[in-house]
């Protein structure tokens, strides 16, 4: 089993920068696709980013691409989003969630394991 618990959400204005992080335990989560979920009130999950296991490999929704980068570090077991230059429409709890295979779904029913979530609010 893989816990996932993510910190770093907070309020913050627009044009703001703020970093989350998701720390794995219970296994290594080395070799799997990591994403960044995020769902604001009324709406559905929505993906933001996903990373596969190496690094190498990122997609962004298009909504955040050039503001948002994903990253990890497999030896802490840990996966971030960077998050510059938010805007109110970011506000949002955000979700990390793991996946053992390679491919990098944008799909939430595609990941096995979730965090409890982080709200990130942005006021304008």
């Known amino acids: 089993q893989v816990q996932l618990v993510e910190s770093g959400g907070g309020l913050v204005q627009a044009g703001d920068s703020l970093r989350l992080s998701c720390a794995a335990s219970g296994r290594s989560v080395s070799s799997y696709a990591m994403a960044w979920f995020r769902q604001a009130p009324g709406k559905e999950r929505e993906f933001v980013t996903s990373?596969?296991?190496?690094?190498?490999?990122?997609l962004y929704a298009d909504s955040v691409k050039g503001r948002f980068t994903i990253s990890r570090d497999n030896a802490k077991n840990t996966v971030y989003l960077q998050m510059n230059s938010l805007k109110p429409e970011d506000t949002a709890v955000y979700y990390c969630?793991?996946?053992?295979?390679?491919?990098?779904?944008?799909?939430?029913?595609?990941?096995?394991?979730w965090g409890q979530g982080t709200q990130v609010t942005v006021s304008s």
């Open positions: 969630a793991a996946q053992g295979g390679s491919y990098l779904y944008t799909t939430p029913t595609k990941y096995d394991y």
């Open positions: 990373i596969n296991w190496s690094g190498h490999n990122r």
